[in-house]
């Protein structure tokens, strides 16, 4: 099933919870979930893939399979489906932000889940956790220093990489100035032509 999103039409973002326009709303199936999204402007200034968690919205119609809203939660889906977020919220642990265990080199799924257990879920918190918690996991040591020296690396590349995001910038610059002296240069040269076409057929009606 491929999810669609309908455009909805607001007058307005302010939004009260017995607006007329949603009287509806508690006949739809409502599924509120986590997701990660990559935060390029961190991931840019650290070196290393950087994902942020945000609250997340699957607005079905009851009876109709191919109408999905799917997207990130809005203020306006705050006030909308207010007790329902609420809900749901309390069930949820805390948003996090950093890189996930699973892009450590080494790091399986089997090991991410047991690290998941104890709230370890990132490359950042197993770097920091503390070596008393190294009894619940086999080959704790050496995941937490691997952890570490994916950060130092990270960090090290950190300023290769803006710096190449920066040549690259310029670059993209140059090729988009360039394009356009072309198309400069064609349409003058294309000026030109249909000048002297007219001019030489003025001179043929003057012969």
């Known amino acids: 099933m491929q999810a669609t999103t309908p455009a909805l ?36 200034q650290e070196g290393r893939a950087i994902y942020e968690e945000r609250d997340c919205i699957r607005i079905h119609v009851p ?57 370890i879920i990132t490359v950042e918190q197993l770097a920091g956790a503390p070596d008393a918690i190294g009894q619940k996991f086999m080959g704790f040591q050496g995941d937490k220093q691997r952890a570490k020296a994916f950060l130092e690396v990270a960090a090290g590349n950190a300023p290769i990489e803006r710096l190449q995001n920066e040549i690259d910038a310029e670059r993209s610059a140059r090729l988009q100035s360039a394009a356009a002296l072309e198309q400069v240069q064609a349409e003058l040269a294309a000026l030109k032509s249909a000048m002297g076409k007219k001019s030489r057929q003025a001179e043929a009606a003057d012969a």
């Open 63 to 119: 009876g109709d399979k191919l109408t999905v809203i799917d997207r990130p939660l809005d203020e306006i889906d705050r006030v909308r489906f207010a007790e329902r977020y609420a809900k749901w919220r309390a069930g949820q642990e805390e948003a996090v932000t950093g890189t996930p265990l699973s892009a450590l080199p080494g790091m399986n799924p089997a090991k991410v889940e047991e690290f998941r257990y104890y709230k």
């Open 9 to 44: 039409s607001f007058e307005s973002t302010t939004v009260k919870a017995d607006d007329a326009r949603f009287a509806d709303d508690n006949k739809l199936y409502i599924e509120f979930y986590r997701a990660p999204f990559l935060h390029t402007g961190k991931s840019q």
